[in-house]
């Protein structure tokens, strides 16, 4: 049953000093600002917004129920039944309860994409208050597309065809309350966020982006706090995230699921291609789509039932710059002649494969980095470095060995007076071996920021800034030990003071959020940042509010433009609060006021940036570690300038969390053509053989020159139509919906050993664990490329003999990675505290999904090279009609290989060592050529105890028993 959801963002401006306080869930009593200034960034608050979409409307289906069927509706059809459990008994019922969940809106024009994050969105109340401080295990999951319940609740709500808009796939992670989704870079930075890797292994360290997506989402969930319980915080649900998957059953076997710890918000990074074009009069939905305009590259016949949209053809409106440069993720450069000569090539080199993206140019002389040029991105943006240390023999794209930076900032208010606010920022520096400490703060009030504390009464080391006391410019800056609410004691000084300015307060500061406001004109206005927007809104005499969207491809504009849309403020009402809503938003908009005279325009703050060394003088000073995920605070503003009692409203504290830098990757001259597309640097990332077969065939996705489709040529807001072909003006708006299965660990008998169920999975291959966490195992056949293009067959090619086949092999350790903390969502966690990584010598295999997008998609399987045995082999669903989930031309569902007992009627798991070999084979039909096609495996699996023979007896004395 529906749980209505309930508005929770809320947002203050405070008169004259106008400080917006932006949607995080107060944190020790106090909030995070944002204080944007023109010249420095540095606390612009990168905080992920949460809203609530609006309720749906009414359901609109067959009331006959079918619990085999999805969403128990029997219009839609039964699932089909996994690949190998097709002659056994198995029924695909989902287990337990369920609660639905809905995503935000999303509204599109022809050849549109949609690929952002969109806004948090809370999980039911019911759910959250069940399951605090404990854990709920989620058993499976549905996904549908729908539209309607547009204009009332009671218009009826309907799954979409997939031939109207195409889900090319989503990423869909469900955080505890002690997550934060962090920032961690922009998507042109994309593969420059990549964990490095090694001999073709993701190397997995805690400085190491943790995603595993060749273009990673810009967020990530990291834990505000770590140790507690050893049970996940976070879960990436991926067990088929694509339009060819709704039909797929998303289902974990008894004694296995989705461990979440206080399950509280669902985070939706969902990437869709708009495929409806609007229907003349007396046409059908699908007459409409076969007639629809396509650009010239792409590769779908006339009057195909598939869009060769769905394959992200590169239009005219693509933006490919060549160049003789190139990034370089592993090894070296090379000799000499591959290698940037000096400073200014370097930074030349650096604009043209990040074009409008470079932050910073910076000349160092390191023997701890790359040598001579590269690129490190981080939450911030993308800085270039000139190495000058000829004799550095530090390989690009790893961090082994490579001193650790990362960056942590946030802003805090205690109250609603103005006077009463501060903002940190925080970079730990290992190369320098240096903190730099930046505060913002009220310019004639004291002000401090304690350390790895969540009070006073942890005592900790302080940081105390005390303006001049007969009113000068200068300042005095202790550091203490706090006493338990008592002023402590007095430390020798470890800090410098790099600088310490006075000046107006800020403007106020853009949020991370859309406004309501109704537009001045009909046309957005090409700019290129938030602040150029937010100056148009200040010369025009009609503009109150203004919105900044970036990168916008649907007009002709350098890169680095964006579109400004002047708004009047009619939307600041007191129903509306202030206007500013996050509905709607997506990654890199920013919205603001403009704000009118007021009496407090007089009032001023202090910016004072200190640095230290991180090891701190006696054991009394704290000692900051770059490798921390996160790390609390307290901080103080007192009323008066000098060191005293702060007063019950001028206290607070939170949670930083911090982000590493990536991997440096360097810039090499390179004989082969590169450059970057779209403003995303090329990268060379195909694999050799035997790895995988697609450089060895010299498939056209290997080479910018010859890449013509695919996810790079198809990113947020891109229009994939040629620049000459008119974009038909009516949107379409459409939404994602899930359902989750789950069970109580503590009511539920999963792991009880009765005559009624038999003994769980977990009990059978790993005795004594009685339910384990289905951990994440994934694997590319075209491995770390993420994409590849299918040639057409030859002409006069037999029409059976058009299959292209690309091969991949692997060990099964290089699918699984050691957890960086319990919001890590891509590794293998053990079951039992205390225990190190890996838990076991062997994984038993109980849920494979194949990702491989229709209509070409053929086959895909997996072998136990080992022993010549095939692991797990699927073929697609395809629909025959125009009706949901059965579309003609697409796949509607990819059977997936589920494992579990004799009881539920699944195959016993496959039990592998880590060392275990494994050859991956992906079939698809080449009558015509696709580009953008993937052989992803999406794996789950548990920990298994050694099969040796003893072992072996007693795993089928007991899989005897339970039969």
Sequence with gaps: PFIQLFYSAMVIITKGLLVVLLLLQPLFGSRNIAIADDDDLDYLSYDYPTADPPPPGMFFGSSKPCPTCPWNRAELGPYPKPFNAQNTQFEPIHRGQYFDVYGHWMETRYSQVFWTAQPAVSLPQEIRDKFQGRAILITGYETDVVSGGLLSPEEPEFSVPEFEVYNHHYNLILTGK????????????????????????????????????VHPSEWEPRDIMSGGKMIPTAQFLVQGNGGEHRKSFKHLPRGTGHLLLSPDKLNLNPMFINTKFPAQKGQSPRQAFRNATRPRTSLSPPNADYS???????????????????TCNQGTCGDDKDKVKDQEE?????????????????????????SPCYLVASSKGTEAYFNTQKKSNVPCGTQEGVPIRSIGQSGVISNDNATSKIAIQLELDQASDSATITITAPADKWFGIGFDAAGMVDTPYTIVVEPDAQGGSGITVTERVLGNHEPGTPLESSVTIQSNTVGPVPPPPPLQMTHRGSPIRQEDVGVGSWQACRELCRDNPECEAWTYLPGTRSFEAPLQDGACRLRHDDASTPDNSDGFTSDGWSDGMWSGVIAGNSDDDDKLVRKVVLTRPLKGATHNHYTFDP??????????????RQFGYHGPNGRGGGVMIMVETGAPVCICRTGKLSGSINGIPWSDNCHDYPDTTIKRD????????????????????IFLLDADQEIPAPTFKFRMKFRFWYEDPEETTVGAVDSTVGPSISQIVYPGLDYQNAFFFFRETEIAHGEYDVPACAEGTPVEACVHTVIGTFQVKDGLHECQGRADVYCAMPPVANQTFPFSQHIALVHISAHCHGPACISMEMINEDTNETICYTEPHYGVSDMPMDEAGYAAGIPPCIWGTPEEGLPFPPILNLKTNITVIKKVNSTVGHRGVMGHWQMRAIWAADPSKDAKDKIDDEEATAK
């Design 178 to 213: 002690d997550v934060k989704m962090t920032r961690i870079g922009t998507r042109r930075q994309d593969s420059l966020l990549k964990s490095p890797e090694i001999n073709g292994t993701m190397i997995r360290t805690r400085t190491g982006r943790h995603a595993i997506e």
């Design 308 to 326: 060769g949209l769905m394959e992200c053809p590169c239009t005219t409106r693509t933006h490919k710059l060549i160049t003789g440069f190139e």
């Design 346 to 370: 370097c930074f030349m080199a650096a604009a043209q494969l990040m074009p409008g993206g470079i932050l910073n140019n910076i000349t160092l002389k390191s023997t701890k980095f790359p």
């Design 627 to 640: 490798t921390i995920a996160s790390l609390p605070y307290i901080e103080a503003v007192g009323g008066t």
């Design 698 to 717: 010299n498939n056209p996705s290997c080479s910018i020159d010859t890449y013509q489709g695919g996810m790079i040529c198809c990113h947020h807001d």
